[in-house]
């Protein structure tokens, strides 16, 4: 399946314009709810993915994005789940990111920001969401006999992100621990979501920004994994949307566009854009399927626990927990369709 140009760039644009009218009455993206709605990493996250679209109406989004963010938190260098919540690594990457689409990389809170992000890098290179771990322990009133060695431990879908924000030093020991996380099926796993995908996208572009003669065989393995994991449609399906999920298919199109052109993986990538575009909803946005796990933060492997759905509150672990108002969604499918089109979007002027 194939569709015109002017499809894609229609699709773009209504998902652009929808998330630009889901802002709250304050200005935030709000999504998910565990410890309530998160609305710092939410905003960093969907302020970063409009970044990649040029338009003069996003452009004014984000910058109001990171004026909000910079206000908040003037006491912490970091960023987190919501202003309650202990600041963490996820979190304050994604602000960076939204910086860095704003213009603002250089300015004073960054760099201080930078700083507190390095404090995280582990002896691996890896990023861990949590480096300081009595606040968020204090914070979920964790028993004094549980570690929190899974969530302070090095994380792959943290650690990729952050690759594009540090300075060198610090990247270059991430790609050297991304390289050794490499799963013999060509993917990687996240340790905070339920879709493979997500990891394996975000570590092969932060690969493409540094990469080794031996990168290439890696990325072509991760293009093989994602080319299995389209269906004939052209979507990804999983558990909890087996019609197919818009967030897991958005990040496999962004695995093999960053990946070496062939007539395999050219077929694959149009194949699931048009299931993209078909699946969008009326009004712009695409059907909730970001789905965000909570393991027991003493558990450094989450392949070993058995996952409830919807759990909330913030002792919740072992959940998963889908992004009701399809807003975490809808940035990532508009990423990923930016990214296809080269950023030669129709889009919204006001």
């Given amino acids: 399946m194939s569709m015109s140009t002017f499809g894609v760039h229609r699709a773009l644009a209504s998902g652009v314009s929808w998330l630009l009218r889901s802002r709250n009455e304050h200005g935030w993206w709000q999504d998910f709810d565990i410890a309530g709605p998160s609305d710092e990493w939410v905003t960093g996250f969907v302020g970063a993915a409009l970044s990649e679209v040029p338009s003069a109406a996003v452009d004014t989004a984000v910058a109001g994005a990171w004026r909000r963010l910079a206000r908040r938190r003037w006491w912490s260098a970091g960023w987190g789940y919501n202003v309650f919540v202990p600041s963490d690594a996820d979190s304050t990457v994604w602000a960076l990111r939204l910086a860095q689409g704003a213009g603002v990389g250089r300015s004073l809170r960054v760099r201080r920001t930078l700083a507190f992000l390095a404090r995280h890098q582990g002896p691996s290179g890896g990023i861990a969401t949590f480096a300081e771990r009595s606040a968020i322990s204090k914070f979920i009133a964790v028993p004094s006999h549980i570690r929190l060695t899974g969530w302070s431990a090095e994380h792959v879908c943290v650690s990729a992100v952050a690759a594009a924000v540090l300075p060198d030093f610090y990247r270059q020991r991430i790609l050297g621990f991304l390289r050794t996380r490499q799963r013999l099926d060509g993917s990687w796993t996240p340790y905070w979501w339920s879709d493979d995908e997500y ?14 003669s031996s990168d290439e065989v890696r990325i072509d393995a991760a293009a093989a994994w994602a080319l299995g994991r389209l269906g004939q449609d052209g979507s990804v399906r999983t558990t909890l949307a087996p ?3 818009p967030f897991a298919t958005a990040f496999a199109l962004r695995v093999l566009l960053a990946a070496e052109p062939s007539p395999q993986i050219t077929a694959a990538v149009g194949s699931a854009i048009y299931w993209l575009s078909q699946s969008q909803r009326s009004d712009g946005r695409w059907p909730s399927s970001a789905r965000m796990r ?5 558990v450094i492997d989450p ?6 759905i919807g759990g909330t509150g913030a002792g919740s672990v072992g959940n998963v927990v889908v992004d009701q108002n399809g807003i975490f969604t809808t940035a990532a499918v508009v990423v990923a369709l930016a990214k296809a089109c080269g950023s030669a979007a129709l889009l919204p002027s006001a």
Avoid at 303 to 308: D, H, N, R
């Fill in 303 to 308: 392949s070993t626990v058995a996952w409830g």
């Fill in 294 to 298: 909570v393991p027991p933060p003493n």
């Fill in 243 to 245: 019609e197919g999920s």
């Fill in 199 to 212: 990891a394996t996208a975000v570590v092969v572009e932060a690969l493409r920004m540094a990469p080794q």
